[in-house]
């Protein structure tokens, strides 16, 4: 049986059915999706795919990211084969990044986390360099600083749109909360790394990879916490 009658046997249980090449970027588009459409179930890089009894990705193709955002389907079925990826699937994931709200709030989010970094480096330069004031204190009042812009910056840009459950004290704790819990994982991360042979910098980056996911995701779903708007990707 060649794959393109596997894929028809199984559309007679599943309206969708996935091939996907390789078991861990599977895994792994998965957990990224996720982080700005957690209702993703499924790679929306899988090169073939089988829809509601057509096929796509050979002759004809549409959006596979599209269909798993907007949960399009009723049952799924995956199947393990070693084709080639399509670069289209990247950029289809991109489009529906920009056309739905949970994309612009990933975009406005990672704007916000940067300015964050700068305005961190920029608080602790005039603390400690022009004003002289103790390094320590200088980097806890720049962190404290960034922190509340930050805040400030998603509460009424990132995530305008939403109406919030939340009161403004009680989210700006919350925040405060979920940053340092995440600087404590970078640390946590940075130390056990030390222990390798893996660079200083590399471990450092690692880490605050780690502390951004953690950020992202617990800043979306329990900080700005609401109900949202409809994705209309």
């Not at 798993?68 to 990044?97: F, G, M, Q, T």
């Not at 056990?192 to 605050?208: E, Q």
């Amino acid at each position: 049986m060649n794959l393109k009658e596997e894929i028809e046997e199984k559309m007679k249980k599943c309206d969708l059915v996935l091939v996907c090449p390789n078991k861990a970027v599977e895994r792994l588009a998965i957990f990224l999706t996720k982080l700005v459409f957690p209702p993703v179930e499924y790679s929306p890089l899988s090169p073939i795919f089988g829809y509601k009894g057509k096929i796509y990705g050979i002759s004809e193709d549409r959006n596979l990211a599209r269909i798993l955002i907007r949960r399009e389907y009723e049952s799924a079925c995956v199947l393990h084969r070693k084709i080639e990826y399509r670069k289209n699937r990247l950029s289809d994931v991109w489009y529906a990044v920009k056309k739905s709200e949970s994309g612009k709030i990933f975009v406005k989010y990672a704007i916000v986390s940067v300015s964050g970094i700068l305005f961190n480096m920029l608080f602790f330069s005039i603390f400690y360099g022009f004003l002289k004031i103790w390094d320590i204190l200088s980097l806890s009042l720049a962190i404290e600083l960034s922190i509340i812009l930050t805040f400030l910056l998603n509460n009424y840009w990132t995530f305008s749109r939403r109406k919030f459950k939340k009161s403004l004290v009680r989210r700006m704790l919350s925040y405060h909360v979920v940053l340092l819990v995440g600087t404590l994982i970078n640390i946590l991360v940075y130390y056990l790394l030390s222990f390798t042979s893996l660079n200083y910098l590399l471990s450092d980056f690692v880490g605050i990879v780690i502390a951004s996911i953690w950020n992202l995701y617990m800043v979306d779903v329990h900080v700005f916490f609401a109900y949202k708007p409809k994705d209309n990707p």
